[in-house]
Nanobody
Framework: QLQASGGGLVQAGGSLRLSCVVS????????IGWFRQAPGKEREAVSC????????YYADSVKGRFTISSDIAKNTAYPQMNTLKPEDTAVYSC??????????????????WGQGTQVTVSS
């Protein structure tokens, strides 16, 4: 089960910090991915992290602006989103996989998905 929070309305240039709490995982090694979907667009991977080695993935569009971290003790992943742009507006969802068999941004390997949280960036 996943619980996402932290979305909201922010002006361009502002920041938001999302969080995704994972419950029910049976292993310490897993990956948490954050994906977003804007109206009329396909869902895309934004930032992902693997707890095994803290390896990360960032979409090119967010590199240098977003930073993802995890707290294994709390089973939580935190994407810090800075310098937000109107094009970052989307519903952001987190997902988890306990078996990493592909690149972190490959959503096919993520087995459990949480409800999305809306992020709206005004110009």
């Amino acid at each position: 089960q996943l619980q996402a929070s932290g979305g909201g309305l922010v002006q361009a240039g502002g920041s938001l910090r999302l969080s995704c709490v994972v419950s029910g995982v049976t292993f310490d090694d897993y990956a948490i991915g954050w994906f977003r979907q804007a109206p009329g667009k396909e869902r895309e991977a934004v930032s992902c992290i693997a707890t095994t080695d803290d390896s990360t993935y960032y979409a090119d569009s967010v590199k240098g602006r977003f930073t993802i971290s995890s707290d294994i003790a709390k089973n939580t992943a935190y994407p810090q989103m800075n310098t937000l742009k109107p094009e970052d507006t989307a519903v952001y969802s987190c997902a988890v996989t306990q078996t990493i068999w592909s690149a972190l941004d490959d959503r096919a390997q993520y087995t459990d998905w949480g409800q999305g949280t809306q992020v709206t960036v005004s110009s």
